[in-house]
C-alpha cells in the first residue's frame, strides 16, 4: 500500500470553490495507520483538535506555511527557478515564432503553494514583461502568504485562491512544481486531460525523478533542512510516490498533445537528478520548440524512445 502525505490529509476543500472543510483527526489517524504508517499517526495525534475532534485550522494553516516556508528553501538550493527557465525559455521562444498569439501570455503556476516559482520568475522577468505570471492553489492561507510575500518584495505577479483550470483568462502555458505525485490512478491522466481540453499551448511539469536514490535524497536533504517532523515525513514520502517516466508520458498523451519528458531516468546521473519535467505541447509546437532549445533538443524524447530502450 502506498504511503500517504500527512499535509494531503490534515486539510480538505471543496474541489472547484476552494472551500474549507472540516477534517477529524480520528479520521486522519485511521488512514495512516491503515497505510501501516504509525511514524505519521504519532505526527497527527500531537496536533490539537476542538472538542469534536475537528483539528484546529489556524494551527493547521501556521504550520503548513512553515514547511512551505522551508520547502522554499530546498527551490532556492536546488536552482529550481533556474531550471524551468531553462526549458520555459525556449517555450515561450517557440509560441511567440507561430505567432498565434501576439501577448501577453499567460503562465498559470499549478498549486502554487508560497508562489516560490512566480515570484521568482517576477523578480528576474526571465520570461520577459509579454508575460503575465499566476500562481493558483485551493489552500487560501498558502495563497495569502503568497500575496503577502508578493506585495512586500514588489513584484508584478497576482495569486488566485481556487482551481487553476476555473480562471476567466486562458492560460497559454501551465506549469507546476512538486503537484504530480499526488495524482493517483485514472487522477494522473485526468490531470493532463484537463489541461488538453483548455485553449493553452503547452503545459510543462516538474516533479521528482523515480530514480532508485530519491528517497535517499530526499531523506538526507529533509532531515538536514527540515525542522519539522511533518516537513520530513512528507518530503520522503512525496520521493517515493514519484511516476515513472512510462507512467508519466501514458498518461501525459492527451488528445491533441504531444508529450515530451526531458533528461529521462535512464540517460540522467541518479547522484545528480532531483526533479525533471514532463511537457506537453499542441504538435505544431514541437518543432520550434526543439529548435528554440538548440543541442539540448537531444534531451527531449517522447514515448517511442522510451519504448525502444526498453524494448
Request: aromatic content about 6%; charged content about 25%.
Amino acid at each position: 500500500m502506498h504511503q500517504l502525505e500527512i499535509s494531503d490529509l490534515i486539510t480538505a476543500v471543496e474541489p472547484r470553490s476552494g472551500r474549507r472543510l472540516p477534517v477529524r483527526r480520528a479520521e486522519v489517524i485511521q488512514q495512516l495507520r491503515e497505510s501501516g504508517d504509525e511514524r505519521a499517526v504519532r505526527i497527527v495525534a500531537e496536533l490539537p483538535s476542538d472538542r469534536d475532534g475537528v483539528l484546529d485550522p489556524h494551527v493547521v494553516d501556521r504550520l503548513l506555511i512553515s514547511v512551505h516556508t522551508e520547502l522554499q528553501r530546498l527551490s532556492e538550493e536546488l536552482r529550481v527557478g533556474e531550471r524551468l527557465v531553462h526549458l520555459l525559455g525556449p517555450l515561450f521562444t517557440a509560441i511567440r515564432s507561430t505567432g498565434a498569439r501576439s501577448g501577453p501570455y499567460r503562465l498559470v503556476d499549478v498549486g502554487c503553494g508560497l508562489g516560490y516559482l512566480v515570484r521568482w520568475l517576477a523578480a528576474t522577468n526571465a520570461l520577459g514583461a509579454d508575460v503575465e505570471l499566476v500562481g493558483v492553489d485551493l489552500d487560501a492561507a498558502l495563497v495569502g502568504e503568497a500575496e503577502r510575500l508578493a506585495r512586500a518584495e514588489g513584484l508584478g505577479c497576482r495569486f488566485v485562491h481556487g482551481n487553476a483550470f476555473d480562471l476567466p483568462e486562458a492560460a497559454t502555458v501551465y506549469v507546476s512544481t512538486g503537484v504530480l505525485h499526488h495524482f493517483r490512478g485514472p487522477a494522473l491522466a485526468e490531470f493532463f486531460q484537463v489541461q488538453a481540453a483548455t485553449p493553452a499551448h503547452a503545459f510543462c511539469h516538474y516533479d521528482i525523478a523515480a530514480t532508485r536514490l530519491a528517497p535517499i535524497g530526499a531523506w538526507v536533504f529533509h532531515h538536514a533542512r527540515m525542522r519539522h517532523p511533518l516537513g520530513r515525513h512528507d518530503g520522503v514520502v512525496s520521493a517515493r510516490r514519484a511516476h515513472s517516466d512510462e507512467t508519466l508520458l501514458r498518461a501525459a498523451a492527451a488528445p491533441g498533445i504531444r508529450p515530451l519528458l526531458y533528461e529521462p531516468r535512464g540517460s540522467v546521473n541518479p547522484f545528480c537528478t532531483t526533479l525533471r519535467p514532463v511537457i506537453g505541447v499542441r504538435p505544431y509546437l514541437e518543432a520550434p520548440l526543439r529548435l528554440a532549445l538548440g543541442r539540448a533538443a537531444r534531451r527531449l524524447v517522447g514515448p517511442e524512445h522510451l519504448a525502444e530502450a526498453t524494448g
